[in-house]
């Protein structure tokens, strides 16, 4: 009877430490945001003239503008002081980085989005 006993305490044990680990396991793959909610989130509006001053140039952070969505390249391994065969940080480099580069925009992916660059008037 003793042995029944223990066997139910046993089991009873077991199941409370399988649902509590489920829990944890629950909680830990909810809490990461998707990396494209980076994006969303961005909260900085960048003006041209506030991008400009990001060029990589005297310790200053070198960001990159590209389709809308201003990027830090600071640590990027080919940006050093905010060039990258011939091309400057600070800047809006769409039309570069889609027509110029061999790579195309999709290098852009790995680094950092920290806000986004106000609508532009229209060219005339
Ligand atoms: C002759 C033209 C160019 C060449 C040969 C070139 C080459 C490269 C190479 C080899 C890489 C690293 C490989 C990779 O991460 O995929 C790279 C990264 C990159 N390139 Fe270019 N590139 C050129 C033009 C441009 C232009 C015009 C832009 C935009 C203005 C640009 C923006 C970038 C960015 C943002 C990265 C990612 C940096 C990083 O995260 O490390 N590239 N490029």
């Given at each position: 009877m003793a042995k029944l006993i223990q066997a139910a305490v046993l089991g009873i044990a077991l199941t409370a430490a399988i649902v509590s680990a489920a829990d944890s396991a629950a909680v830990e793959t909810a809490a990461p945001a998707p990396a494209d909610s980076v994006q969303a989130d961005a909260a900085k509006t960048f003006t041209m003239e506030e991008l400009a001053?990001?060029?990589?140039?005297?310790g200053k952070a070198a960001y990159i503008a590209v389709d809308g969505v201003v990027y830090d390249v600071t640590r990027a391994k080919g940006w050093k002081n905010g060039k990258h065969k011939g091309f400057s940080a600070g800047a809006d480099v769409t039309e570069e980085i889609n027509k110029?580069?061999?790579?195309?925009?999709?290098?852009?992916?790995?680094n950092p989005v920290v806000g986004n660059v106000a609508a532009q008037p229209a060219a005339d």
């Open positions: 001053g990001f060029n990589g140039q005297n110029k580069s061999p790579h195309g925009a999709k290098v852009l992916k790995k």
